[in-house]
Nanobody, 125 residues
Framework: VQLQASGGGLVQAGGSLRLSCVASGRTFRDWDMGWFRQAPGKEREFAAAIRWSGGTTVYGDSVKGRFTISRDNAKNTVYLQMNSLKPDDTAVYYC???????????????????WGQGTQVTVSS
């Protein structure tokens, strides 16, 4: 499985970005997808995840209400729409995937088998 993340960039506080992650190599629709982020000097943090069917999503507390995860199985792509961005959202964002897993495991980075290369998001104040 290969994951290619894109869409990062520099944006002012209050702005929006949409990240994309294209998957290849496996049957995308059977895999759960997640977004994590890592800021300099900090541990990797869970942002959002979506079940293989697209019917269930879960968000980290720091992004809840501002970020929306979605997927298009026909395009093998998962998206992260990020609104009302804050300087604290500055990080490298990684997409990750795992075969269908327990809902309670979606927030743990250890649950994911494959990771993309990351895309940098920088929010200026």
């Amino acid at each position: 499985v290969q994951l290619q993340a894109s869409g990062g960039g520099l944006v002012q506080a209050g702005g929006s970005l949409r990240l994309s992650c294209v998957a290849s190599g496996r049957t995308f629709r059977d895999w759960d997808m997640g977004w994590f982020r890592q800021a300099p000097g900090k541990e990797r943090e869970f942002a959002a995840a979506i079940r293989w069917s697209g019917g269930t999503t879960v968000y980290g507390d720091s992004v809840k209400g501002r970020f929306t995860i979605s997927r298009d199985n026909a395009k093998n792509t998962v998206y992260l729409q990020m609104n009302s961005l804050k300087p604290d959202d500055t990080a490298v964002y990684y997409c990750a995937t795992t075969p269908r897993t327990a809902y309670s495991s979606l927030t743990a980075s250890s649950s994911y088998d494959y990771w993309g290369q990351g895309t940098q998001v920088t929010v200026s104040s």
